[in-house]
């Protein structure tokens, strides 16, 4: 069982930045494919970035590209989403969730954090 805590939500302007911290414990995370989702209200989630279990393997929503990164320390158990240059579109619920690295699916989840930008 892995759980998972995110933290560094908050309010922020239009063209600010925030950092996003995805803590994991119960399981070391080197094995596991990571990714950062998103909720709006009135929207469906949708997956933000995703890095895989060794760095190597990087994804990106179109909508983020060349704003946000993401970032993983296995040593630490963590895994985090520097967002710059953020836009109030970026308004949303943002989730950390783990799968292991052959299963399809992402089983495990944290509690979300708030990210508001205001114009």
């Known amino acids: 069982q892995v759980q998972l805590v995110e933290s560094g939500g908050g309010l922020v302007q239009a063209g600010g930045s925030l950092r996003l911290s995805c803590a994991a414990s119960g399981r070391t995370l080197s094995n596991y494919k990571i990714g950062w989702f998103r909720q709006a209200p009135g929207k469906e989630r949708e997956l933000v970035a995703s890095?895989?279990?060794?760095?190597?393997?990087?994804y990106y929503a179109d909508s983020v590209k060349g704003r946000f990164t993401i970032s993983r320390d296995n040593a630490k158990n963590t895994v985090t989403l520097q967002m710059n240059s953020l836009t109030p579109e970026d308004t949303a619920v943002y989730y950390c969730?783990?799968?292991?690295?052959?299963?399809?699916?992402?089983?495990?989840w944290g509690q979300g954090t708030q990210v508001t930008v205001s114009s």
């Open positions: 969730a783990a799968r292991y690295y052959s299963a399809p699916t992402y089983p495990y």
């Open positions: 890095i895989g279990w060794n760095s190597g393997i990087l």
